[in-house]
């Protein structure tokens, strides 16, 4: 969490994209890990998301963004293609806070030992705490400077501009002691996990190793972004960088930031991927409006952490929009609704394929969901021929065009032959196009062939859900509307990347006319 300046709304002449999101009032705000308030510490807990669903959960409580409906759906309207993989230039070191002594330099380090807080310090981090000596804990600011040259890397900073550069963490297991140190200021309410605030940041200590080390992350990326660029953007976008580089992995002494979760077991009281899953089985899936649309006051619910990760890592990991997404760093300095404005309007020309992709990732998200292997592959496409077609199904990639257009009204017969392999642990699985059934997904057998159509046209405001039949060895589909055709294998996504082989697909329609016949059968 951290402190933001006023943020005045900025009107885009001539932008309807702009006036949705002015539509909002935005004041002065503390963003980031929780909540900051009047009430006791005592009410501030220790709340961590649980992945059993025996015990209370979140949805319980309804968020701030399902209070309110968004009063206008924010679609683009399609305008002239705009390229989104163009990158601004490099930027020049900004810190802004550059002049700000060190907060050391006013501890009272007698009276923190006195309170049994101790130090611990490494060459990006000082870290205070009042918890026992443990080797978890103390790694701490070793892991702290594994992630400064990562943080460089992701967001293009010269890693020598960072000597001498450290922030400061307080990790309390009692934040009264931290008050009676001085260490907690007044002006500092009741927070939610962590909270930070230009060079410093503190966080209260959790029941796992792993989320102990993720706030840590998140709040050093709050810290990195406000010293090195100037600021970090709107709350969704704030907060998603930091879930998003904070969510890691730490195995024999060495970090890597940015990391989908594997499995449950990777990332115990972290819990995001369990939130969205359950907001969806409750029908209250959130749109990228409504995660674009976050306000000030959002992120006092864990829930809009959970999906400004998820829209964070879906843009960052998908191969198709990364570069725009990674480009916004370049603007992190502009608090104001018009920076997610700008980004909505330099996607209008792909918005329906975006949301489409969107809800089909949420819809199966999942501990090891591969995003760039399961982001639709698109081609050209032309009308199939009277006397059909041919199309190959590549068994490690998720959807992928024919290239086929369809009609709406006609029915279509696809044929399917083919050998492929689905695993090769602890030996190799063979496949044929209907599945083997000694394992099912989503109610199929695992490795059958689906198809699924995608409409063409203009339908940008009411983009179809996407529904995918069964078609194994051989199937029939009918085209609803004029439609470009989509085949894939029926496996988690996760799973893709150790599938060997092709499918090939005959593709006819039954409803075939004479090309002199204008007559359609």
Request: proline residues 7%; aromatic residues 10%; hydrophobic residues 35%.
């Amino acid at each position: 969490m951290m402190v933001s300046p006023r943020i005045d709304a900025v009107l885009m002449p001539h932008c309807r994209i702009a006036q949705c999101l002015l539509a909002g009032c935005f004041t002065l705000w503390v963003a980031g890990c929780g909540e900051v308030s009047p009430r006791s510490e005592k009410a501030a807990g220790h709340v961590q998301y649980s992945e059993k669903r025996s015990e209370k959960r979140s949805e319980k409580r309804r968020p701030a963004f399902a209070a309110r409906p968004t009063p206008k759906p924010l679609v683009p309207t399609r305008r002239q293609a705009t390229k989104s993989a163009a990158q601004p230039p490099r930027r020049k070191r900004v810190d802004r806070l550059a002049s700000v002594p060190d907060p050391s330099d006013r501890i009272d380090q007698e009276r923190v030992v006195a309170l049994g807080i101790r130090r611990i310090a490494s060459v990006h981090l000082t870290l205070y705490t009042d918890l026992p000596s443990e080797e978890q804990i103390d790694a701490l600011p070793a892991v702290f400077d594994q992630a400064v040259p990562q943080w460089c890397a992701y967001f293009q900073r010269d890693p020598a501009e960072l000597v001498g550069w450290r922030l400061t963490a307080y990790l309390m297991q009692t934040p009264q002691k931290f008050r009676d140190a001085g260490l907690l200021p007044a002006d500092i309410g009741v927070f939610l996990h962590g909270y930070n605030r230009g060079r410093e940041m503190w966080i209260h200590e959790q029941q796992t190793a792993y989320y102990r080390r993720h706030l840590l992350l998140h709040e050093g990326t709050h810290g990195f972004m406000q010293t090195q660029l100037g600021g970090a953007g709107p709350p969704w976008y704030m907060e998603g960088v930091a879930e998003l580089l904070a969510t890691h992995t730490w195995r024999d002494q060495r970090l890597a930031l940015r990391q989908m979760p594997a499995n449950v077991q990777a990332t115990p009281g972290w819990g995001r991927i369990r939130i969205i899953r359950d907001q969806i089985a409750a029908g209250r899936a959130v749109s990228l409006q409504q995660i674009f649309h976050y306000g000030p006051r959002s992120h006092r619910e864990v829930e809009p952490y959970a999906w400004s990760w998820a829209v964070s890592a879906f843009l960052d990991f998908h191969p198709r929009w990364q570069a725009a997404f990674r480009g916004l760093q370049h603007q992190a300095q502009d608090l104001s609704p018009a920076f997610s404005a700008r980004f909505l309007q330099q996607l209008e020309s792909e918005w329906s394929d975006l949301v489409q992709e969107w809800r089909l990732f949420i819809e199966e998200l999942h501990y090891g969901y591969d995003i760039p292997r399961s982001a639709f592959v698109r081609r050209s496409s032309e009308e199939l021929p009277v006397d059909g077609a041919v199309a190959q199904v590549a068994t490690d990639r998720g959807w992928q065009s024919t290239g086929w257009r369809v009609v709406a009204g006609r029915t279509y017969t696809l044929v399917a032959e083919g050998r492929y392999q689905l695993d090769d642990q602890p030996r190799v699985w063979w496949c044929e196009p209907n599945g083997v059934t000694i394992r099912y997904h989503r109610g199929r057998p695992l490795g059958m062939l689906l198809a699924a159509t995608v409409p063409t046209g203009d339908e940008e405001s009411a983009t179809p859900q996407f529904q995918p039949v069964a078609i194994g060895r051989s199937g029939t589909l009918m085209a609803k509307k004029d439609s470009i055709l989509y085949l894939a294998i029926n496996e988690p996504s996760r799973q893709l990347s150790n599938n060997k082989g092709t499918i090939t697909v005959r593709i006819e329609s039954q409803d075939s006319v004479d090309p002199g016949d204008t007559t359609q059968k």
